[in-house]
């Protein structure tokens, strides 16, 4: 009987490591997607820059649903929207409103697959934005196989210097692959989120962190991981639980000086989900949310 239950536990643990290692994989794959298509297939990525704030947006969204997010556009700028999911038979949606929420006038729609580009796993939006407000950009899993998809999304903000890329994020990616690949580095985790932004990053700039404030989460222990541009020997992550709503002030939940933290969530607080450097400099940072064991 105790050989049994000892087999038995050890068979729990390595699907547990299986199924953290595929969630990973299609992270990957997807960054991978993105850094590829965008570099290939928007001939003028060149005149465009990260846009300020969190440019980088990830999730594992099930077939037929939807995740959306509010961020303020500066008018008479072009930007670019690109969403590129893991997998080329998946299909993904990109929508803009006007204003807070899903409710207000639809600035436009791009279905994946019009064209006949076979593109339906890559969607480009390039809204031209006309006033400074509010916008809100929706992402939506239309594949009709039923399968989940994990995607990237990068936002861009023309500006006409004529040699960006997006190397910085597949340098990320490369030293995000190496945190699983080393067993002291290794955040622990069982899976990721479902519906729900849980990977978001972009250029440090005039601070020096990429961290995203609000964030809600459910009664349950999570892992916060964080990686960045080379070096990265300097990159550290924490969590803070906020005071109150659209405050960065609050109380650390991690204690460990480290590229990932595990914490516990209560549903009624929001959090800070920072990831740093120990120096200010223009790094391209991202981290990503995972569930703890």
């Not at 978001?200 to 349950?220: E, K, S, W, Y």
């Amino acid at each position: 009987m105790k050989k049994i239950l000892l087999v038995l536990l050890i068979f729990i643990a390595v699907s547990v490591n299986i199924f953290a290692q595929r969630h990973i994989e299609l992270m990957d794959d997807s960054l991978e997607k993105l850094y590829v298509f965008s570099n290939n297939n928007i001939a003028d990525i060149s005149n465009f820059e990260y846009k300020e704030g969190i440019a980088l947006w990830g999730a594992y969204l099930e077939a037929g649903k939807t995740i959306h997010r509010e961020l303020q556009f500066e008018a008479h700028t072009e930007y670019i929207i690109c969403a590129v999911a893991h997998h080329e038979n998946l299909v993904l949606d990109i929508l803009m409103f006007v204003g807070e929420g899903t409710s207000g006038t639809r600035v436009r729609e791009i279905f994946g697959g019009t064209g006949g580009d076979n593109n339906d796993y890559s969607p480009v939006f390039r809204p031209v934005i006309r006033e400074s407000g509010t916008y809100t950009f929706m992402v939506k899993n239309s594949s009709t196989n039923g399968e989940p998809a994990f995607f990237s999304l990068v936002l861009l903000k023309q500006k006409n210097n004529n040699n960006f890329t997006l190397d910085a994020i597949n340098k990320a990616r490369v030293n995000m692959r190496k945190m699983f690949e080393t067993n002291t580095q290794r955040p622990p985790s069982n899976s990721v989120p479902v519906n729900r932004w849980m990977l978001f990053g972009g250029t440090t700039g005039r601070t020096d962190n990429a961290g995203l404030i609000n964030v809600q989460l459910t009664n349950r222990n999570f892992i916060w991981a964080g990686t960045g541009e080379d070096p990265v020997n300097n990159l550290y992550v924490e969590t803070i639980r906020q005071t109150g709503r659209d405050t960065t002030a609050g109380v650390s939940v991690s204690n460990e000086r480290r590229n990932w933290v595990r914490f516990e969530a209560e549903n009624s607080k929001f959090y800070n989900l920072r990831v740093y450097i120990s120096r200010r400099q223009n790094h391209f940072l991202f981290g990503f949310l995972l569930e703890g064991n």
